[in-house]
């Protein structure tokens, strides 16, 4: 005998308590009933610890929370379905022309449009008014759950031959693809209900292409100021030239070259491309009239400083620059001095984690010449497990590396002449096709969970639970140097998504629907899934990655 239909849920609402309702109702249906408030709009909801679309028909008893503008998964949904319209209106004004959202930069998306003749000014004012025209008219993103064969079919006769270069990989026998009017597309991740949800966003011209800007999850209500990023776009530039020389644009791209077994090649090309930006660096370094003597090198999180540093002082050695490598990680106070934060907890990504007054005396003694007891900090034990004694030479530079490195408040008592700045980072350009780009904090993300259990003992939620504190740190204490670095450079590697997949799935799937980080796992996933695994043997053990995964030659 079959089991009987249920009929009614029972819905635990966050905030309202607990609720019967008629299965198949929906977070829209629950707001309306329950008149509910909040300061932003609602866009989404969390079923479960799912991101769900506010439409989503609620068949099972569960626990339901409302997704708001000011919050990180809100704008996320902001974001694609903005994008959507810019798509459709692009391709509505400029009929036959492929749109690509090709990075994040100055707090938006830099797009470009294939036309035949240079973007002008006029065009763009035309792309943002049609856009307006769309949001205004309030017009319903349309979802449909179809074959994976129709979805190929669909994209195949509409020239998105992108997104048939990412689906045919999918596992799964069905895939959700969205309509806007007479347009079709696909998305990672759900959209708003209808288009009068993104109101709020600018077009600026950007040659050769256009910022996308929209607001942030910390001020929903107004865009924020425009701040160009001139040697962010470079390296972007130079990401795209990599990508052109290897071959690979987009996730499809890569799965084809691990498909035809040209992968140890096309690893061998990339590395090769890290090793001669360096070696550039070195040259540039060695190039000063003022020869600096210390070397500052920062980033956020997850971006291989550590192996950077390291690569970097060989090359340095090769143009007669004698160094000392240190990681500014040493200087961490112990735990229990650790400031908190406004919830707390311990502020690992605030500057006054660090013993700044040890470190400006023992740089200033290390210039002098003298001798000092340089601490060793133990991330497992949370504080300080020894010394060691260093001394720099008159002839040799110091390389300090940290994620504060460029910070000015870290080292006020050395002399700016003194000082050449580096910024690293995962500038990831391998998107998932033309329209969903890999955010680069994803990058760094799945290589902080790796190396988190691998290195320091951490399960995947212990990592996912602190990457908003994380987050919050770069934002105040990290990105707004960025640009004063003398100069950038990109860790990422086209491939390494392909390496990190197996052993992140393997920790994101440990990931339980009790916990609110259950959501993010999911989406994790759900994103490596598109990625055919490359065995970790095939990564060069002196390759920023090892740093993730571990194998690497150099002692960290």
């Known amino acids: 005998m079959g089991r009987k239909t249920k009929t009614k849920v029972t819905i635990e609402v966050c905030g309202s308590g607990k609720i019967s309702a008629d299965a198949g109702s929906t977070p829209f249906d629950i707001m309306e009933r329950l008149k509910y408030e909040s300061e932003y709009r609602v866009i989404a909801a969390r079923f479960n610890n799912k991101v769900v679309r506010l439409s989503y028909p609620l068949r099972s008893d569960g626990k339901l929370a409302f997704i ?130 993104v109101d709020k966003f600018e077009i600026r011209d950007y040659p050769p292409g256009f910022i996308l800007r929209f607001p942030l999850y910390q001020d929903p209500a107004t865009i924020p100021e425009f701040r160009e990023q001139k040697k962010m776009a470079e390296v972007f530039r130079e990401y795209v030239r990599w990508g052109q020389i290897l071959g690979v644009e987009k996730v499809g791209d890569m799965n084809e070259i691990v498909e035809r077994g040209e992968t140890a090649e096309m690893i061998r090309v990339a590395e090769a491309l890290h090793e001669k930006k360096m070696a550039h660096i070195a040259d540039e370094i060695a190039s000063k009239l003022t020869r600096p003597r210390l070397i500052l090198i920062s980033g956020p999180s997850g971006s291989g400083k550590t192996t950077f540093s390291k690569r970097l002082a060989i090359q340095m050695r090769v143009n007669g620059l004698k160094n000392i490598t240190v990681s500014l990680d040493n200087y961490f106070l112990d735990r229990e001095e650790t400031p908190r934060d406004e919830t707390g907890e311990y502020d690992f990504e605030a500057p006054e984690a ?15 010449g003298k001798e000092v007891d340089m601490p060793r900090f133990s991330f497992r034990y949370g504080k300080r497990v020894g010394y060691r004694k260093i001394k720099l030479e008159a002839d040799q530079i110091l390389i300090l590396e940290g994620i504060h490195a460029i910070n000015p408040a870290l080292t006020p008592s050395i002399p700016s002449i003194m000082k050449f700045k580096i910024y690293v980072s995962a500038l990831s350009q391998l998107n998932i096709d033309y329209h969903n780009r890999v955010p680069t904090t994803d990058t760094r993300k799945l290589r902080r969970i790796v190396r988190d ?104």
């Open 453 to 556: 259990n691998l290195f320091r003992g951490y399960n995947a939620v212990d990592t996912l639970s602190r990457w908003a504190s994380v987050r919050r740190g770069e934002d105040m204490y990290i990105f707004p140097y960025q640009e004063e670095a003398e100069v950038m450079f990109n860790s990422s590697l086209p491939y390494e998504l392909c390496v990190l997949k197996e052993r992140a799935e393997e920790l994101l799937s440990k990931v339980t629907s009790e916990v609110v980080e259950y959501a993010e796992a999911r989406r994790l996933l759900r994103f490596l899934s598109y990625f055919v695994s490359i065995p970790p043997r095939e990564v060069p053990r002196n390759s920023i990655l090892r740093e993730f995964i571990g194998g690497s030659i150099f002692k960290y």
């Open 68 to 197: 708001a503008l000011d919050s990180s998964d809100g704008m996320s949904v902001y974001r694609r379905s903005l994008a959507f319209v810019m798509i459709r209106a692009a391709r509505e004004l400029f009929p036959g022309t492929r749109v690509y959202i090709r990075h994040s930069l100055s707090k938006g998306y830099y797009c470009e449009i294939d036309l035949d003749r240079a973007l002008e000014v006029a065009d763009l004012e035309r792309l943002e008014a049609r856009m307006r025209e769309i949001v205004e008219a309030d017009e319903p993103f349309v979802r449909l759950e179809v074959p994976v064969e129709e979805a190929l079919r669909i994209f195949a006769q509409d020239g998105q031959v992108d997104k048939v270069g990412i689906l045919k990989y999918r596992k799964e026998p069905t895939v959700a693809i969205y309509k806007l009017g007479e347009f079709t597309d696909y998305f990672y991740g759900c959209l708003a209900p209808s288009t009068g949800y």
């Open 354 to 368: 660090i013993d700044i007054a040890l470190l400006n005396s023992q740089l200033l003694d290390l210039f002098a």
